[in-house]
């Protein structure tokens, strides 16, 4: 017998009544959300080309700005703020370490560029 097709933009967690529905739906949600994620690390790879010095890579204003307006918006759509806070503690470290690694490439490749010439 043919596998049944469910289309995960049919489901809706407020009414679906089977674990695979509810699987479908969190695994069609977590594949938007990474790809969110990777959209969001385009952003940090920008940083890393446009920032002018090393010191500038960690802003801990911003990084706490962050931080508060996810929780707000975690608090709107009925999510655990805490939860989000936790999230996005993980998340800006990473993305300050990748931008560091990036920035340091770029800068290294400026200096490999002044030693050739
Ligand atoms: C992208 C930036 O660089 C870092 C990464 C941040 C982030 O992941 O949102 C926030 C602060 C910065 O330390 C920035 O300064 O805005």
């Known amino acids: 017998m043919a596998a049944v097709e469910i289309d995960p933009a049919t489901l809706n967690p407020a009414t679906v009544t089977t674990m695979v529905e509810v699987r479908l739906g969190i695994d ?23 920032k002018p010095s090393r010191k500038t890579v960690r802003d801990e204003w911003r990084k706490q700005d962050v931080i508060t307006k996810a929780a707000v918006q975690a608090e709107k759509v009925d999510f655990p703020p805490e939860l989000v806070r936790n999230i996005y503690e993980v998340l800006v470290e990473g993305s300050i370490a990748h931008e560091f690694t990036k920035f340091d490439a770029r800068v290294g490749e400026k200096s490999e560029d002044a030693t050739e010439n």
């Open 28 to 50: 069609d949600l977590d594949r938007r959300i990474v790809t969110l994620l990777g959209d969001r690390m385009r952003y940090i790879e920008a940083a890393a080309r446009i």
